[in-house]
Every structure is written in C-alpha cells, then in structure tokens.
T-cell receptor, first 112, second 112 residues
C-alpha cells in the first residue's frame, strides 16, 4: 500500500524558535497533502490543505503566518511552526491523497 | 456542513467477542466512508472503507455496513484479539476531491 513518512518523529524545541516537519509520499505522487493537529484523546483537526505548486488553503482559525506550509514537489510537503510557544505542543500528522488518504506516523512537538 | 457523530466513545469487549462501532452523518451528498485505526503515538491507518453504491463490505474479521437512508454506517470486528485494541475513527466525505469529516473516535479495549 501507499506509504507516507514524516520527519522528525518527535522534536523538543525552546519557546520562540521555529520547527520544520517534513511529509513525504514514498511510493506515489500526491498532488494534495493535508496537515492535521491532534490533541490527546481527541480527533484529528484539519489545519490546511496543501496543493503542489500553489498556496495552501488554511482552515478557519489556523494562523497561516504561524504555520507555514510549502508543497514544493509531488512527494514533499513541509510544515514550519514559527515562533513556537508551549500551546503549539501537539501531535502533528500529515496525509497524502492517492484516491484514499494515507497518513504519516505523526510528529510529536513539545515546546518548552 | 457535514457532521459525523460516533458512538460509543469507549468500548470494552472480551477477547473473542465481537465489537460494533456506529457513526451517523448529516450530509446526504457524502459518498465515501473510511474507517481508521490509530494506535498510541502513531498516525491513523486505513482499515476498511465503503462507498455509497455498496451496502456492505468485508475483509476477513472486519466488515462495514452502510445505510444510506438512515445515514449511518457501522464497523464490525469479529473474533476480537488483543492487537485490535486501539482508537478507531470513522469519517465521511463527498468524494476524493473533498476533505474528510471525522468522528470523535472510539477507544476499543480488548479484555483478555
């Protein structure tokens, strides 16, 4: 089946710094990738839809200047959390669409 | 917009027994209904899906049923095993060009 990878799997950063998370589709090309955020014991919350070669579409309430998304190729999308604060600590999950949506393993971000 | 409700939030069954998780959706235009399994600290994994032109789909111990008239769909797991313990999410969408609308999740506990 289709495989999506994320890097890093976990990261700890200091408040005020920026963190980049990569999402790659390993064995297929994905015109569209999605970024989700998940708090403990809650469902996935869609943050943005990323289309290759164009600007991402952000969901209501998601700050586009804080969560920078770049979908530079058909196999790579990146999410950069800028000027991170402790409230940005969460589990970030990407997915890529090849008919169905296939999810990456997630990235645990902890901001101290 | 679409709304997906999922019940129960927690389900505990004896190993070997069956488990049933139910979801209802509000938008009659929805035509794709996937189920995802999420283990602790990992991304969701697609386990089965059904489209609106089909009433039931089965894959070994897992089956999904869809009632379009009542706008609800269910996940059935038979002969449950310890490795079935996880959080299960249902979702609905109007097709591959639309985002998934997620249920709140069901924590399935298999008692030995």
């Amino acid at each position: 089946g289709a495989v999506v990878s994320q890097h890093p799997s976990w990261v700890i950063c200091k408040s005020g710094t920026s963190v980049k998370i990569e999402c790659r589709s390993l064995d297929f090309q994905a015109t569209t990738m999605f970024w989700y955020r998940q708090f403990p014991k809650q469902s996935l919350m869609l943050m943005a839809t990323s289309n290759e070669g164009s600007k991402a579409t952000y969901e209501q309430g998601v700050e586009k200047d804080k969560f920078l998304i770049n979908h530079a190729s058909l196999t790579l999308s990146t999410l950069t959390v800028t000027s991170a604060h402790p409230e940005d600590s969460s589990f970030y999950i990407c997915s890529a669409r090849d008919g169905e949506q296939y999810f990456g393993p997630g990235t645990r971000l902890t901001v101290t | 917009g679409e709304n997906v409700e999922q019940h129960p939030s927690t389900l505990s069954v004896q190993e070997g027994d069956s488990a049933v998780i139910k979801c209802t959706y509000s938008d009659s235009a929805s035509n794709y209904f996937p189920w995802y399994k999420q283990e602790l600290g990992k991304g969701p994994q697609l386990i089965i899906d059904i489209r609106s032109n089909v009433g039931e789909k089965k894959d070994q111990r897992i089956a999904v049923t869809l009632n379009k008239t009542a706008k609800h769909f269910s996940l059935h797991i038979t002969e449950t095993q310890p490795e079935d313990s996880a959080v299960y999410f249902c979702a609905a969408s109007k097709g591959s060009n639309y985002q998934l609308i997620w249920g709140a999740g069901t924590k399935l506990i298999i008692k030995p």
